[in-house]
């Protein structure tokens, strides 16, 4: 079993800067990849960002690439998502999910079995 707890949400103007974390308990981090999902309100899960399990390879979507960074610290057990730019179309709750495997996935959310409560990210133009 793997918990995740995220945090760092927030409001922000259009154009900030905000760092989500997302904290795991597992002690085989590192045979997990992680991805960040975020939910709009009347919107479907969609995905954001992803990380391998030994953090040497990301993918992100297209709407966030440029802008968004994802990372990890295994030894940290956190992952962390660098959200620049941002804009109202960001606004979500953000999610962390985990799956144990080293590879990412294709960024689908059946791909991952694990997954933290959620922290808003409210934009504002």
């Known amino acids: 079993q793997v918990q995740l707890v995220e945090s760092g949400g927030g409001e922000v103007q259009a154009g900030g800067s905000l760092r989500l974390s997302c904290a795991a308990s597992?002690?085989?981090?590192?045979?997990?990849?992680v991805g960040w999902f975020r939910q709009a309100p009347g919107k479907e899960r969609e995905f954001v960002a992803s990380?391998?399990?030994?953090?040497?390879?990301?993918y992100y979507a297209p709407s966030v690439e440029g802008r968004f960074t994802i990372s990890r610290d295994n030894a940290k057990t956190t992952v962390w998502l660098q959200m620049n730019n941002l804009k109202p179309e960001d606004t979500a709750v953000y999610y962390c999910a985990a799956r144990p495997a080293e590879h990412y996935g294709l960024g689908y959310a059946f791909e991952y079995s694990f997954w933290g409560q959620g922290t808003q990210v409210t934009v504002s133009s």
């Open positions: 990380i391998s399990g030994i953090g040497t390879s990301q």
């Open positions: 597992a002690r085989t981090f590192s045979n997990h990849a």
